[in-house]
T-cell receptor, first 111, second 114 residues
Framework: AQSVTQPDIHITVSEGASLELRCNYS??????LFWYVQSPGQGLQLLLK??????LVQGIKGFEAEFKRSQSSFNLRKPSVHWSDAAEYFC?????????FGPGTSLSVIP | DSGVTQTPKHLITATGQRVTLRCSPR?????VYWYQQSLDQGLQFLIH???????AKGNILERFSAQQFPDLHSELNLSSLELGDSALYFC?????????????FGPGTRLTVL
């Protein structure tokens, strides 16, 4: 069965520092991988997605993610965090006809 | 604004009651997904409808049911409510039915069961 783990429940970074959020998945075939962001009081918004091809994927708001098949990982990165990036981040894996979300990582940004 | 609307925004009710949550997908989208988000369970997939037909089921309780109407809006019915049903309920829509499709989320309905 497919599953998604996000090892870090909560991360705090200083504004301007780099960020990496970890995601590991379990799926038998080549997965569809997503990162979504949820700002306080709002629904989820897609940051980026990977289906095939280049393993480094660019998304909105300056985020990128790298697919590493050998490690079953799809980590999200940003070189310089802004205070407005404080939110909940969800990694997700899509199979044939549904998407399973990870537990989320809460990001706090210190000014 | 994702284009997905959900009503009501907030709902407060008592245990044992029944409520209906409504979702209107983005214009042109044929799929509607329902999710439950709570502090202890995270974001749980409940059910997926595509063009009026049930497509996939997740961790949906028997007390819960959903349907998608010919105009593609969807309703999630929750009955015999328990305190543990208090959560944020999201719907999302997508153009197709595959797991590769981007889902667009509504703002959610916050359900409080007292």
């Amino acid at each position: 069965a497919q599953s998604v783990t996000q090892p870090d429940i909560h991360i705090t970074v200083s504004e301007g520092a780099s960020l990496e959020l970890r995601c590991n998945y379990s799926y038998g075939a080549t997965p569809y991988l997503f990162w979504y962001v949820q700002s306080p009081g709002q629904g989820l918004q897609l940051l980026l997605k990977y289906f095939s091809g280049d393993t480094l994927v660019q998304g909105i708001k300056g985020f990128e993610a790298e697919f590493k098949r050998s490690q079953s990982s799809f980590n999200l990165r940003k070189p310089s965090v802004h205070w407005s990036d404080a939110a909940e981040y969800f990694c997700a894996v899509g199979s044939y006809d549904k998407v399973i979300f990870g537990p989320g990582t809460s990001l706090s940004v210190i000014p | 604004d994702s284009g997905v609307t959900q009503t009501p925004k907030h709902l407060i009710t008592a245990t044992g009651q029944r409520v209906t949550l409504r979702c209107s997908p983005r214009s042109g989208d044929l799929s509607v997904y329902w999710y439950q988000q709570s502090l202890d369970q995270g974001l749980q997939f409940l059910i997926h409808y595509y063009n009026g037909e049930e497509r996939a089921k997740g961790n949906i309780l028997e007390r819960f049911s959903a349907q998608q109407f010919p105009d593609l809006h969807s309703e999630l019915n929750l009955s015999s409510l328990e305190l543990g049903d208090s959560a944020l309920y999201f719907c999302a829509s997508s153009g197709g039915w595959r797991g590769s499709d981007t889902q667009y989320f509504g703002p959610g309905t916050r359900l409080t069961v007292l």
